[in-house]
T-cell receptor, first 114, second 114 residues
Framework: AQSVSQHNHHVILSEAASLELGCNYS??????LFWYVQYPGQHLQLLLK??????LVKGIKGFEAEFIKSKFSFNLRKPSVQWSDTAEYFC????????????FGQGTELSVKP | EAQVTQNPRYLITVTGKKLTVTCSQN?????MSWYRQDPGLGLRQIYY???????DKGDVPEGYKVSRKEKRNFPLILESPSPNQTSLYFC?????????????FGPGTRLTVL
């Protein structure tokens, strides 16, 4: 069965530290990849997405992610985090021709200390 | 303002008492979906709808029903709620099937079943 795995359940960083959140998926076919963010008490919002082309995609608020097909990975990065980045981050994989299914990872809670 | 709305936002009920959580979107989206979010499990799809009168099961459909009589509305029905349905529920919509399109999420409904 297809699945998405996020390596870290909870990450704690100080402001200005660099961030990398891991995401791996298990599916051998064509996928589309997303990162969503959920700020405390709010609904999920799209950070960035990859469909095709340049495997390094840039999203909002200085986030970027790199798709490495050989590793089935789509890691999220930010060079310098801010306190306002405190949120839960979800990696999601869209599998075409499966009813438009979007499979989410377990989520990574990021806490940024001021 | 383009949005997905859900009602109620919070609900405490008792086992066996039928309830409905409403979801409405004003973006003329074809695809709508319900997810539940549980700690450590991420978001899991309950049901989805590709268009009016077209619904299908997601990964965790047991104990839930849905209907899609109008394009804008996609209510989630719990005929006989049980404590294991205590969760945070999100409705989402996208222009078309979600593997290619950004999903827009509602604010969530926190349900407690006693």
């Amino acid at each position: 069965a297809q699945s998405v795995s996020q390596h870290n359940h909870h990450v704690i960083l100080s402001e200005a530290a660099s961030l990398e959140l891991g995401c791996n998926y298990s599916y051998g076919g064509t996928v589309n990849l997303f990162w969503y963010v959920q700020y405390p008490g709010q609904h999920l919002q799209l950070l960035l997405k990859y469909f095709s082309g340049d495997p390094l995609v840039k999203g909002i608020k200085g986030f970027e992610a790199e798709f490495i097909k050989s590793k089935f990975s789509f890691n999220l990065r930010k060079p310098s985090v801010q306190w306002s980045d405190t949120a839960e981050y979800f990696c999601a994989v869209g599998i075409y021709n499966q009813g438009g299914k979007l499979i989410f990872g377990q989520g990574t809670e990021l806490s940024v200390k001021p | 303002e383009a949005q997905v709305t859900q009602n109620p936002r919070y609900l405490i009920t008792v086992t066996g008492k039928k309830l409905t959580v409403t979801c409405s979107q004003n973006m003329n989206h074809e695809y709508m979906s319900w997810y539940r979010q549980d700690p450590g499990l991420g978001l899991r799809q309950i049901y989805y709808s590709m268009n009016v009168e077209v619904t299908d099961k997601g990964d965790v459909p047991e104990g839930y029903k849905v209907s899609r009589k109008e394009k804008r509305n996609f209510p989630l029905i719990l005929e006989s709620p049980s404590p294991n349905q205590t969760s945070l529920y999100f409705c989402a919509s996208s222009l078309r099937e979600s593997s290619y399109n950004e999903q827009f999420f509602g604010p969530g409904t926190r349900l407690t079943v006693l």
